[in-house]
């Protein structure tokens, strides 16, 4: 088979191939072969008439006519592999050869994966959260520990936020009662029942018996009737070694806030870590110029909202109720699922890039790791997800996916990290487990097509 690869506009390649004599001569007989079965001939069971028989009764254009639907995509699918094309959409083919030529010829247009330029990859620089703790936070950290141990003393004074009071309440639509509490206790300022509660309870004396209405979408109007009873201010305990040490483990106040500190520090530093490649997805995808072909972006759409539908099934929830739970159209839905999915597309294409770049490759042994991770994660024997991947034709994805997961890994590795003052962060600080191990979102968000299609197949093995 001989076949030549001409570039066209529009991300678009003509494939022209050419097949000898002897090679569609094989084509043609497996289809007098089917058609001998498909026909009667007088003295011959179907599939047993010789083929001279055969040919006499249907025409040598009827078995070549067959051998090019049941052949042409094979030799299509072949002439992709030997010229390493990865289409994106179906193909235009056009017969090029004639009825009565021996050989048979054809040619393919067909839209490929397009190549981004991703300019400054090396040298990339994200923004992450500050990794140094305030004296304010460690406050606010204290302040939650005393919390606990509050105590809530009566007074008399017009109630505030942050004070409780002691209410009776009911709620009535109608003449229908909805809801009823007595001697309730609820902290002013909470929004726990709505902005109306709060607004009607801050400056209410005990004795005082407020009535209003809420509109609520759902159910429509709704009344409140409440009466305050007492209110009652929240109390910390003073801060004290003696507090520390009947509150905690530690002797002292300064024990505990170092403690604190600590505490808010290595939650900084994780949070900053998970950032870490969402971030760096996030640059690189901004490198990306290129407009995105459709053939790849809805597709990718597609994807995403089967995901999405297939998780609300299990909730008992459609897109409808999930839509109208957000208070979001369906046209603003569609938006932000192309945006999304444009992104995830160039992501994809610009990790390509890079591991092109910089000559990022995968080795047998990555694959066979790949794959006992795999086995681990679905319980199951190495062997048979091999075998099931093969079977599948998925292997090629996992590949592709190893390969870009490489090329985040240096990317990261390559990207300089920095606080929202510009100061650089030592990414020893960080959690290791942040920088070095794949975080699924972001490898998600790094794959799509294929390697998306493998993922979700894997994960469902």
């Excluded at 002013?188 to 109306?196: A, D, L, Q, T």
Aim: proline content about 5%; overall charge negative.
């Amino acid at each position: 088979m001989k076949t030549i690869v001409e570039p066209l506009e529009g991300n678009k390649v003509k494939l022209s191939v050419e097949l000898d004599e002897s090679e569609f001569g094989t084509a043609i007989d497996a289809a007098f072969r089917k058609i001998s079965r498909e026909v009667r001939i007088p003295g011959f069971r179907p599939g047993k008439a010789p083929r001279r028989l055969v040919e006499a009764r249907v025409g040598i254009d009827a078995a070549r006519q067959e051998a090019i639907r049941d052949a042409l995509p094979g030799y299509y699918e072949r002439a992709l592999r030997e010229n390493d094309i990865e289409p994106i959409a179906a193909p235009e083919i056009d017969i090029t050869s004639t009825d009565t030529d021996p050989t048979m010829a054809f040619d393919a247009v067909v839209e490929v994966m397009p190549t981004v330029s991703v300019a400054g990859y090396g040298g990339l620089r994200v923004v992450l959260p500050s990794l140094t703790v305030t004296e304010e936070e460690v406050d606010a950290r204290m302040d939650r520990a005393r919390d606990q141990f509050a105590e809530l003393v009566p007074v008399n004074r017009p109630a505030r936020d942050g004070d409780h009071v002691s209410i009776d309440r009911k709620v009535t639509r109608g003449d229908e009662t909805l809801a009823a509490a007595d001697d309730e206790l609820y902290e002013v300022g909470n929004g726990r029942f709505g902005p109306e509660m709060d607004a009607n309870l801050q400056g209410a004396k005990a004795g005082d018996i407020l009535k209003f209405d809420v509109h609520h979408e759902q159910i429509g109007v709704v009344s409140f009737s409440i009466l305050v009873k007492e209110v009652r201010e929240k109390i910390l305990p003073e801060l004290t070694d003696e507090w520390a040490g009947e509150a905690s483990e530690f002797d002292t106040v300064e024990e505990l806030r170092a403690n604190f500190r600590n505490e808010v520090e290595a939650v900084r530093k994780l949070e900053a870590a998970m950032q870490v490649r969402d971030k760096v997805v996030e640059a690189v995808v901004e490198l990306v110029d290129e407009e995105i072909p459709e053939a790849l972006v809805a597709p990718e759409m597609e994807r995403r909202l089967q995901s999405l539908s297939h998780r609300l099934s299990h909730q008992g929830v459609d897109i409808g109720g999930f839509l109208q739970s957000l208070g979001e159209s369906q046209e603003q839905f569609v938006a932000e699922l192309r945006n999304e999915a444009t992104s995830a597309v160039k992501a994809d294409l610009a990790l390509k890039a890079v591991a092109e770049m910089e000559g990022i490759e995968v080795t047998d042994d990555d694959v066979e790791q790949e794959i006992i991770d795999l086995a681990r994660q679905s319980k199951k024997n190495p062997a048979a997800v091999r075998k099931q991947l093969e079977n599948e034709d998925h292997l090629p994805a996992v590949r592709s996916g190893i390969r870009k997961t490489k090329a985040l890994e240096w990317l990261i590795a390559h990207t300089e990290l920095v606080d929202e003052e510009g100061q650089v962060i030592d990414r020893s600080q960080l959690t290791p487990a942040g920088i070095d191990s794949p975080e699924p979102e972001a490898e998600a968000a790094a794959e799509t097509g294929p390697a998306a299609e493998s993922r979700d197949n894997r994960e469902n093995a």
